[in-house]
Nanobody
């Protein structure tokens, strides 16, 4: 089993930045692809970003490309999401997820992830 705990959420003004962190425990996730998803009230959970287990590939939703950066530190069993130039539409609960041995072309599908964190709230005010 893998436990994921997100942190770093909070309230920030439009144009500001936040850095989310997701710490894994239970087993090393160095062989897992890691992803970030988000969900706002009344909406489906949506893909934000993902990074392959080797860090050789990163993936982003079009809505965050150029503003968000995903990275990982396998030595710390941690994945990060640096969010810059935040907009009000980025307001959501952000979830960290891990998956093992899944097709790269489905990295944006929530159903391909095996483990999920509890989420951290990000609120961007005008």
């Amino acid at each position: 089993q893998v436990q994921l705990v997100e942190s770093g959420g909070g309230l920030v003004k439009t144009g500001g930045s936040l850095r989310l962190a997701c710490v894994a425990s239970g087993r090393t996730v160095s062989s897992y692809d890691m992803g970030w998803f988000r969900q706002s009230p009344g909406k489906e959970r949506e893909f934000v970003a993902a990074i392959s287990w080797s860090s050789s590939r990163t993936y982003y939703a079009d809505s965050v490309k150029g503003r968000f950066t995903i990275s990982r530190d396998n030595a710390k069993n941690t994945v990060y999401l640096q969010m810059n130039s935040l907009k009000s539409e980025d307001t959501a609960v952000y979830y960290c997820a891990a998956r093992f041995d899944a097709p790269p072309d489905r990295v944006g599908l929530a159903s391909t992830y095996d483990y999920w964190g509890q989420g951290t709230q990000v609120t961007v005010s005008l």
